[in-house]
Each structure stands twice: as C-alpha cells, then as structure tokens.
C-alpha cells in the first residue's frame, strides 16, 4: 500500500531464532500497530506505538518486542521463534489513532517457523 | 468478556441485491467504529468510519449503521457486484483517543454471483 511497506514478504526460519520485520511510512503517521491474522482468530493486536519510543502492549504480546526509534520505522522482534507464531503479520499506520481516520494497512509478511 | 462478533459464515448473494453485514459488539463501549474490506493476500483497506453519535453514514453505494443500545452495527452494499467479494471486516476503538487501538472482529466473506 502507498506510504507503508512491510519487509521481508515471505520468511521461513527455525524454531528458537531470532526473528526481525520491519514497518515503514512515508506519512509522517504518529500511530503504527503491528497485528497478526490466523484463521478462526482473525486480527489481533500486538504492540502498538503512539510516538517515537512510546509503545504499548496489545493482546498478545508474549514473545514480541517492539522498537521505534524514528518516526517511520517500527520493528517487531520474536525473541524466540516458535511455531505458534507462525502466522501473517500486518503493520498498520494511522493518523489519528483511528478516531477521524482508519488505519493504513501494510501487504503483510507471511512467516513460517519450522 | 468482551467480544465482537460477525456471522462467520459467507454471504452469498446475487449481483444486484443489497448485501447486509451484521456486526456485534459486548462489554465494549467505542466512541468509532470502522469497516475495512480485505481481499485474498492483502492487507485490510478502510472504507468507513461511523462516531457514537452519529446514527448513519453512507459512501456510494456503502451504508453503515451503528446503534449503541443495540451494540450492532450494520454494514449494507446496495446495487451488489461480483467485484464486491471480499472479506469485510469491523473494528472498534477501545481506549482513548490518544492511545486507543483498532480491535477487529473476524469478518464476514461476501460472495456476489453474476
């Protein structure tokens, strides 16, 4: 989508590793959200951020950390891969926080941990 | 708990009638509630935005209705076309709104039928 690009698209690893992805604007957005989509659970939150350096928690955070250092890059780090993360994972960015605009969603990056 | 529910099962319809999407929310109060369309491998994209007090809102051909004592919202596509299958999702703000977050049913799947 204009303005958000997820990173990498498609990424296999291993059960135990490390694992980065990366959410970039171009809109100057204060607000980014990282959620995850798996069948029978649809979208769910995981971290979001307000600000350089102000994160939150979503619903289901356990296992993610998130950074924002910059205004237009907010990361989403699996400590420690595991299967149950294996999942799709969208970036969003907004405006206003969703209260006068919606969010901007990202192309998702598919991950796999096996 | 809190929950939002929409019909999991698809909607088939033909071209031409009105599609009706239903949307129920408990133990959430929001101030906003948002519908996004997402098609196969993309990620969600924003189509409305409907406030606590505003009764209607209406978009082309999209409507959408939000009843606070009912906790439902209604999201109707008149003059349906088979471009209009998609999977259509609603979310509704939780928290404030300077640091509230996008919570997301799990959508309904229109089909349109030439």
């Known amino acids: 989508d204009a303005g958000i690009t997820q990173s990498p698209r498609h990424k296999v690893t291993e059960t135990g590793t490390p694992v980065t992805l990366r959410c970039h604007q171009t809109?100057?957005?204060?607000?980014m959200y990282w959620y995850r989509q798996d069948p029978g659970h649809g979208l769910r939150l995981i971290h979001y951020s307000y600000g350089v350096k102000d994160t939150d928690k979503g619903e289901v955070s356990d296992g993610y950390s998130v950074s924002r250092s910059k205004t237009e890059d907010f990361l989403l780090t699996l400590e420690s891969a595991t299967s149950s993360q294996t999942s799709v994972y969208f970036c969003a960015i907004s405006a206003g926080g969703g209260t006068n605009y919606g969010y901007t969603f990202g192309s998702g990056t598919r991950l796999t941990v096996v | 708990s809190q929950k939002i529910e929409q019909n999991s099962e698809a909607l088939n319809i033909q071209e031409g009638k009105t599609a009706t999407l239903t949307c129920n929310y408990t133990n959430y109060s929001p101030a906003y509630l948002q519908w996004y369309r997402q098609d196969p491998g993309r990620g969600p994209v924003f189509l409305l935005l409907i406030r606590e007090n505003e009764k209607e809102k209406r978009k082309e051909r999209l409507k959408v209705t939000f009843d606070t004592t009912l906790k439902q919202s209604l999201f109707h596509i008149t003059a349906s076309q088979p471009a209009d299958s998609a999977t259509y999702l609603c979310?509704?703000?939780?928290?404030?709104?300077?640091?509230?977050?996008?919570?997301f049913g799990q959508g309904t799947t229109l089909q349109v039928k030439p």
């Open positions: 809109e100057n957005h204060r607000y």
């Open positions: 979310a509704l703000l939780h928290g404030s709104s300077n640091t509230g977050k996008l919570i």
